[in-house]
């Protein structure tokens, strides 16, 4: 039974940073990803990695200051946030699975984690 665990979120100054991880239980993905769903908001999409870890995604409103990464020993992904904003506040949530599909990134994943808190205050 494949399980995502995340781990990370907490409360967070305006500016500051957080690293979220994410561990996989069983099968290594080709596809894994975080997305994020805000408080009387839908999910939305966060940022994606291949399985070489070579090709990364992100949305718009997280370039330049998010990056994913993934360590494949350790089965992994991880989110490292940089300059949060309080529109950043969130929960998180892994996801895996076999594609990367752009535009429509939930489409391709097949697990989801139960999702991590992160909280920006201003």
């Known amino acids: 039974q494949v399980q995502l665990v995340e781990s990370g979120g907490g409360l967070v100054q305006t500016g500051g940073s957080l690293r979220l991880s994410c561990t996989a239980s069983?099968?290594?993905?080709?596809?894994m990803g975080w997305f994020r769903q805000a408080p009387g908001k839908e999910r939305e999409f966060v940022a994606a990695?291949?399985?070489?870890?070579?090709?990364?995604y992100y949305a718009d409103s997280v370039k330049g200051r998010f990056t994913i990464s993934r360590d494949n020993v350790k089965n992994t992904v991880y989110l490292q946030m940089n300059v949060l904003k309080p529109e950043d506040t969130a929960v998180y949530y892994c996801?895996?699975?076999?594609?990367?599909?752009?535009?429509?990134?939930?489409?391709?994943?097949?697990?989801w984690g139960k999702g991590t808190l992160v909280t920006v205050s201003s």
């Open positions: 069983g099968n290594i993905f080709n596809a």
């Open positions: 990695v291949n399985l070489s870890g070579r090709s990364t």
């Open positions: 996801a895996a699975g076999l594609a990367i599909y752009s535009g429509r990134w939930a489409d391709g994943m097949r697990y």
